[in-house]
Structure formats: structure tokens, C-alpha cells
């Protein structure tokens, strides 16, 4: 009992109320953990679900956003066709008109007289809008003979090498030409042969500046307007865009022949959409440009509302949903302290009862012995000092083994012989089981077994083991055969100890709580051996399990062999 008197003197309630409410607090944190799991899982199911659902909303919104692309897109495309089909009427009223004068009897190239021209040309210019540049009459030859007004062009201007006065003396149809691709102005000529008894004898010529009261011009500022020829030359804006030089413009016109048309190209390294669509007198297309991002901005803004929009929907009810969870676990967590502190009070209140019953039996047993002594004031028997003195040392046992629960062990380790040790913890009970008519068997000692503990705590590990084990027996009949028995098992790795009996076993509502403190299946039973047994297994790096078996019950000891890895592991 030197080991006992070394120890720190410990109130009961102070060791009752740090292991309650160490176990109490150990099933408070449990089930906040399974709160906590359980909130986890709901968020992640609704996390999950709204995952599908956003997933679902941004394959719709991508849907309608690319619906809504092809819809304005195919919008510009008709808008042009409807602007190319309005210039093409002008053109061709431009070219009615100058063949109603190619007609009128007044045009006769073939004399040499030019005053009903004259006179034709000044009422056609005065009266008419259509040719705001002028109107001009060409001879055989491709000269000008008269223009009015006069500067548009000049008297005696040879136009006869132009390759579309070539061309109209070929094919001897009204054309609308422009009079060069390269220049910086936006002129177009209007050229109706005048034919006289099937024979090219001249032309009329009317100039269109298409800058002027923008026949082809778009209101939207962000767009693009732009006439060319089908071979892709600019004749409007009056001076080409750079890309008209581009292999990507060109490319606009490869096709063949022209047909109305939407694509997406980059121009100027920008994203643009251009819409197409030939214009149907001359060979000329007329484009619409829009850069990407202005032309779809109120799509992407729409989509991005509704994104916003959806994404709101589906976080709202998360916001509202942790809130609700956090103020559940608050709840939860106010409800479980105070079951934690009523189960406390109640935990303490039967260990305190089991102890007072263990210190009771003693003290019933010390004061019959002192009865005794008292009563026969001779010398008293050995019996009763013996019994005297069992009582005194079964109290004074559970008081220390009581003290060293109340404390994690802090094993003073030392070179030990296992098997020397095991024999020194079953000699103790020897007597018992003989007593109890159990066989006490110990298999595996006989080899050395070297390992570094503490003898005093491994000692008490087994004893409470082997004491339990001899518990479960009392009360069996010999006819049972009831059998405690001790096994050692030596591994590279650790000393295996098994304590195993024939008795009932652990019954099933004790097995997930046996190893808990004041937690005991016999009626006169505290309920710390397990527990101190389990403990002092801990602090030397090993563990102390209860293994299946067919019949009663087997606890497994295991003692790592390597102290520098237990020490770690302890640690």
C-alpha cells in the first residue's frame, strides 16, 4: 500500500464530478457531432439540389440567350434585305427614268444639232430629284457633248476608254456603275444607252451622290452602312474602312452568285456580325456591320438579369436555411447542457451511491470484527483479525484504485518479465477461484517476455481483468466446468494478453458503454476496473478491447513492445 499513500489526496466529488462529466460531456460532444453531420447533410442535399437546379437554369438561359442571338441576328439580316430592297427600287426608278429620256424623240446623237437635248436636259434637271449630281448626254465616241449642270461634267470629256462605257456599248442595257472604286467619293453613274433602229448612237448619264440625303444611310449609330461591288470594293462610306482591304472582307464576297446572307467574321481583330444582301439592279451588295458586343448587349444583359435573378431564387432559401440551422443548433445546444448537467447529477448520484454501498460493506464488516474484538476482551481470534484486516485492505484498495482514476496514470516505466508479472497478479486470485471452484489457467507464459512498463499499473490492469472474469463465474455450478483463462501471445509488434471465461458474457446493452465509468452489469460492482484498465493500456500506447466470442467474454490487453514508439504515440 506504499503506492497508494504516494498518490495526491483527491475528494470523492471531485473524482465523481471530473469523470461524469467527462463521460457527459463526451456524449454532449457526440451529439453535437451528429447535429453538426446531420445539418452537413442537409446543406450539401440542398447544395446538391440547387446545383441541378442553377445547372438547369444556365442550360436554359444558354438556350434562350443563343435563340435570342439567332433571332437578332436574323433580324439585321432582314432589315438589310429590306434596305437593300429599298435602294434597289431608287436605283431602278434612277434607271427608268433616264431610259423615259433615252426615248423622248428630243435625243437624236446621230445630227449635229444639240439644242432639244439641251432643253431636254435643263427640264430634266430642274424637275427631277433623281439625279442630284447632274444628267449628261455622251456621243458615239464616250464625249460629253452637254451636262447640265455643267461642271458635273464637262463638255468634251472623253469617257470612251471607260470599261463601263465599254460595256454599255456592248450589252447596250441601263447599268448603274460606280465611277471609281478607288476614289474618296460615293458617286455611282447611271448609264441607259440611247438606241436608234437597233444601233448603240450614245448615252445618257446621271450622276447619284449617295452621301447626299442619305438614301442608304442606318439611324443606328452603332452599326455600319456599307454599299460595294460584288468583287467587295467600297463605293459608300465615301472613304472605305481599313478592313476593306482584308483577306476577311474579300472572303465576304467569294460567294456565287451573291445571295442575302449573316455571318460572324473579325474585322480589325473585332468580333462582327455582317449581314448581306445584293442589290437587285447593278452589281453592288449592300452589308450591315455590328460589333459583337453592342449588337448583342441587350441579350447579354437580359442574361445576366435573369442569371442574377435565378441565382437569387436559389441562394435566398440557403441564407434562410443556415440561419434556421444555426438557431437550431443553439436550440440544440442550450437543450443538450441541460440533459448534459441533469444526466451529471443523475451519473453522479449513482456512482456516489455504489461507492457509498462499497465503503459501506466495509465499514458493516470493520464494525462486526471491532464488535467482536470488544465483546471478547481476550486475545481475539485470527479469523477475525484477518477478516479485520481483508476489510482494511479491500477498502483501502478501492480507495486507491478510486484516487488513481481520478488522474490520468503516468506510467514509471521500467524492464519488466511479462510473464513474472502476470504469475505475481494471479496468485492473488488463486484463492478465489478455488474457492469459487473455477479453473484458473494461464497459457503462453512459460518464454520470456520482456517489456517496459509500469508493473504497478499493468498489475492492476490485469487483476481488475482477471477479477472481472471470476465475477461472471460466481454463482455457476461445478458441473458447468466454469474456466478463467489467461493467454499470451507475443507478436513483433506487442504482447497480446487474453482474459477469457465460459461465463454468460457481456450482455448486449452493456457492450457500446462497458468501458465507461460507473457503468457495471453486477449488482455489487462500482464500475472503474474497466475503465482504469482501459485507461492504463492508453498511457502505455496500447488499447484494451472486448474481442466476439461464442461464449462468455474476452477482453484483449495489447502492450506495444517498442517503448521510443509508444512514447511518441503517447505524446
Known amino acids: 500500500m506504499e503506492r497508494g499513500s504516494g498518490l495526491d489526496d483527491v475528494p470523492t466529488e471531485s473524482i465523481l464530478s471530473s ?60 432589315e438589310t434585305q429590306v434596305r437593300a430592297s429599298y435602294l434597289g427600287q431608287h436605283l431602278a426608278l434612277l434607271v427608268a427614268e433616264l431610259q423615259r429620256l433615252g426615248l423622248r424623240s428630243e435625243v437624236n446623237l446621230l445630227d449635229a444639232n444639240m439644242a432639244p437635248e439641251r432643253r431636254l436636259l435643263e427640264i430634266a434637271h430642274e424637275n427631277s430629284t433623281f439625279f ?55 458617286v455611282v453613274f447611271v448609264v441607259s444607252p440611247v438606241v436608234r433602229d437597233g444601233q448603240f448612237t450614245g448615252a445618257l448619264v446621271g450622276g447619284v451622290d ?101 441565382l437569387s431564387l436559389a441562394l435566398a432559401p440557403l441564407f434562410a436555411l443556415v440561419l434556421l440551422l444555426r438557431r437550431s443548433f443553439r436550440e440544440f445546444q442550450r ?19 455504489l461507492i457509498a454501498h462499497e465503503v459501506r460493506n466495509s465499514l458493516n464488516g470493520l464494525k462486526m470484527g471491532l464488535d467482536l474484538v470488544l465483546r471478547d476482551r481476550a486475545q481475539p481470534s485470527e479469523r477475525v483479525v484477518a477478516e479485520l484486516r481483508a476489510e482494511i485492505e479491500r477498502l483501502s484498495s478501492f480507495t486507491h484504485q478510486l484516487m488513481l482514476f481520478a488522474k490520468d496514470p503516468e506510467p514509471r516505466r521500467a524492464a519488466i518479465e511479462l510473464s513474472t508479472l502476470i504469475e505475481s497478479a494471479l496468485r492473488l486470485w488463486r484463492d478465489v477461484a478455488a474457492e469459487l471452484d473455477v479453473a ?30 471470476l465475477d461472471a463465474l460466481a454463482g455457476t455450478s461445478p458441473s458447468e466446468h466454469p474456466r478463467v483463462l489467461v493467454s499470451v501471445e507475443a507478436r513483433p509488434e506487442a504482447i497480446i494478453v487474453r482474459v477469457s471465461d465460459n461465463g454468460p458474457g457481456v450482455p448486449e446493452a452493456l457492450r457500446e458503454t462497458l468501458f465507461e465509468p460507473f457503468v457495471t452489469g453486477k449488482p455489487s460492482g462500482v464500475g472503474i476496473g474497466l475503465a482504469m484498465a ?14 466476439p466470442s461464442r461464449l462468455g467474454a474476452t477482453f484483449v490487453l495489447a502492450l506495444p513492445t517498442d517503448p521510443a514508439k509508444t512514447e511518441g504515440e503517447a505524446r
Not at 455622251?138 to 449642270?149: F, K, R
Not at 455600319?224 to 463605293?235: D, P, Y
Not at 441533469?342 to 451511491?353: D, V
Open 19 to 78: 469523470e461524469v462529466s467527462s463521460t457527459a460531456s463526451g456524449a454532449a460532444g457526440k451529439s453535437a457531432a451528429v447535429h453538426a453531420r446531420f445539418a452537413k447533410a442537409v446543406l450539401l442535399v440542398y447544395l446538391g439540389a440547387s446545383s441541378v437546379a442553377i445547372a438547369m437554369l444556365v442550360a436554359a438561359l444558354v438556350t434562350d440567350r443563343n435563340h435570342d442571338r439567332e433571332q437578332v441576328v436574323r433580324r439585321l439580316e432582314l
Open 132 to 186: 442630284n449630281l447632274g444628267v449628261a448626254v455622251v456621243d458615239l465616241e464616250g464625249t460629253v457633248q452637254w451636262a447640265e449642270p455643267r461642271q458635273f461634267l464637262h463638255r468634251g470629256t472623253s469617257l470612251g476608254n471607260q470599261p463601263w462605257f465599254l460595256e454599255a456599248e456592248r450589252s447596250v442595257e441601263a447599268r448603274i456603275v460606280p465611277v471609281d472604286p478607288q476614289s474618296t467619293d460615293a
Open 210 to 310: 449617295l452621301t447626299k440625303d442619305r438614301p442608304i444611310g442606318d439611324d443606328d449609330s452603332s452599326r455600319m452602312t456599307v454599299l460595294a461591288t460584288e468583287r467587295g470594293n467600297v463605293v459608300y462610306p465615301p472613304v472605305p474602312p481599313r478592313f476593306s482591304s482584308t483577306d476577311e472582307w474579300t472572303g465576304l464576297f467569294a460567294r456565287r452568285p451573291m445571295t442575302p446572307f449573316a455571318t460572324e467574321v473579325r474585322l480589325d481583330d473585332v468580333p462582327t456580325i455582317v449581314a448581306a444582301a445584293p442589290i437587285s439592279v447593278g452589281e453592288l451588295a449592300l452589308l450591315t456591320l455590328a460589333q459583337e458586343t453592342e449588337l448583342f448587349s441587350n441579350v447579354t444583359a437580359r442574361l445576366r438579369t435573369r442569371l442574377l435573378f435565378g
Open 335 to 353: 437543450s443538450e447542457a441541460q440533459v448534459v448537467r441533469e444526466e451529471r447529477l443523475q451519473r453522479i448520484g449513482e456512482a456516489a451511491s
Open 440 to 469: 484458473l489457467v494461464v497459457e503462453g507464459a512459460d518464454a520470456p517476455l520482456p517489456l517496459s512498463g509500469d508493473p504497478v499499473l499493468l498489475q492492476i490492469a490485469i487483476s481488475n481483468l482477471v477479477s472481472n472474469a
Open 534 to 547: 482501459r485507461k492504463i493500456a492508453a498511457a502505455h500506447g496500447g488499447e484494451l478491447t472486448l474481442a
